[in-house]
């Protein structure tokens, strides 16, 4: 069974950049779309973006300028980076797998973590 | 930049018929995707592909696509489905996904 886990700092201070890294065990990150999604507390799911195990991303237009996903296959992780944070980056942060052929749907995800920023 | 629209609420009584819409210019050209998600815990996926149901879903659940709006049908309602309810899907060139804002499931 695929299972995903996110790791990363819980606190990042507004201007930093946020750090995230998802890591995939019972199965090979090679073949397959790998997503990110966030959600503010108390509110809906936001996509981030997704990214090809060879390398090819999307991300959402709202949050372009800032976010870039990347991949280590030889560590079975995909990572998060998010420039230029502030308060209303604050959000419980999931990384998701999709297929080999679609980003979605999104079948298996973490257990999501929670990034809060302030000083 | 491309909008997917739930209801806030639905609310129904135990063994009922709860349907959840959701509605989007690019779902005749684009699959929905149904997740729920209880509190505290992750999303799970209940159907995929408009009107798929994943293994280990109840029957209960089921989808159907007609227009710009697919629907989510849970029949005979429990109250372990109280929670909230999304849809996702694509933008019209398949490039970005996009979420709806999501329902809340009440079982009355």
């Known amino acids: 069974q695929v299972q995903l886990q996110e790791s990363g700092p819980g606190l990042v201070k507004p201007s930093e950049t946020l750090s995230l890294t998802c890591t995939v065990s019972?199965?090979?990150?090679?073949?397959?779309?790998w997503s990110w999604i966030r959600q503010p507390p108390g509110k809906g799911l936001e996509w981030i973006g997704y990214?090809?195990?060879?390398?090819?991303?999307n991300y959402n237009p709202s949050l372009k300028s800032r976010v870039t996903i990347s991949v280590d296959t030889s560590k079975n992780q995909f990572s998060l980076k998010l420039s230029s944070v502030t308060a209303a980056d604050t959000a419980v942060y999931y990384c998701?797998?999709?297929?080999?052929?679609?980003?979605?749907?999104?079948?298996?995800w973490g257990q999501g973590t929670l990034v809060t920023v302030s000083s | 930049s491309y909008e997917l629209t739930q209801p806030p609420s639905v609310s129904v009584s135990p063994g009922q018929t709860a349907r959840i819409t959701c509605s989007g210019d690019a779902l005749p050209k684009q699959y929905a995707y149904w997740y729920q998600q209880k509190p505290g815990q992750a999303p799970v996926l209940v159907i995929y592909?408009?009107?798929e149901r994943p293994s280990g879903i109840p029957e209960r659940f089921s989808g159907s696509s007609s227009g710009t709006t697919v629907t989510l049908t849970i029949s005979g309602v429990q109250a372990e489905d109280e929670a909230d309810y999304y849809c996702q899907s694509a933008d019209s060139s398949g490039t970005y996904g996009v979420f709806g804002g999501g329902t809340k499931l009440t079982v009355l």
């Open positions: 998701a797998r999709g297929t080999k052929t679609s980003p979605y749907p999104l079948s298996y």
């Open positions: 990214i090809y195990y060879s390398g090819s991303t």
């Open positions: 019972g199965g090979s990150i090679s073949s397959y779309y």
């Open positions: 592909k408009d009107s």
